[in-house]
């Protein structure tokens, strides 16, 4: 591989997901990733092989797993999540998924949706809370690639006005 005046790189934008990507003969280069990065729009971050650049994304745009962030007739750098230790949920039934949802939200915690799980980054707190619930889950260490039920909103960006008035939110468990 070899990258040029890597100190001045910037990415603005990401290129596309590499599954869209024709590589051919290119090198994978992936730059590992935790979950709560991908929410940072500005940062240096350094691939596995060497190549350090700085993202500076728009308003709105966020990186994600399989993320293209540089392409040259070598190398392909992009986004790969790492592992991550987390809380793997498995609600029966519409009144459970409802209860879990609610109680994660309501904590502010970060949570993804896959088809029949909820994974949550590990937090003592919220096992304890899974527990009193009566949730089956299972800790393990695998990737937070899901949707992102609770994303940050952008209320600049929304066509409506929402006031969200802090002394009247309330924190309840249910």
């Known amino acids: 591989m070899r990258y040029y005046k890597q100190d001045k790189i910037i990415i603005e934008k990401v290129l596309g997901h590499l599954s869209e990507l024709h590589v051919g003969n290119r090198q994978l280069d992936p730059v590992l990733l935790q979950h709560e990065q991908l929410e940072k729009p500005h940062q240096k ?76 980054p590990y937090d003592e707190g919220l096992e304890r809370m899974l527990i009193r619930l009566g949730v089956h889950y299972t800790r393990k260490v695998a990737k937070l690639d899901g949707i992102r039920a609770n994303a940050p909103v952008d209320h600049s960006a929304s066509h409506h006005d929402h006031h969200h008035d802090s002394m009247h939110h309330d924190h309840h468990e249910g």
């Open 45 to 120: 971050v350094t691939s596995k092989g060497g190549f350090s650049m700085g993202i500076s994304l728009e308003a709105g745009h966020k990186l994600f797993g399989g993320a293209v962030l540089w392409v040259d007739d070598e190398t392909v750098v992009f986004v790969e999540l790492v592992e991550e230790d987390l809380l793997e949920v498995e609600p029966s039934g519409n009144l459970e998924w409802g209860r879990v949802a609610f109680n994660i939200g309501n904590l502010h915690h970060p949570a993804y949706l896959y088809e029949d799980v909820i994974r949550i």
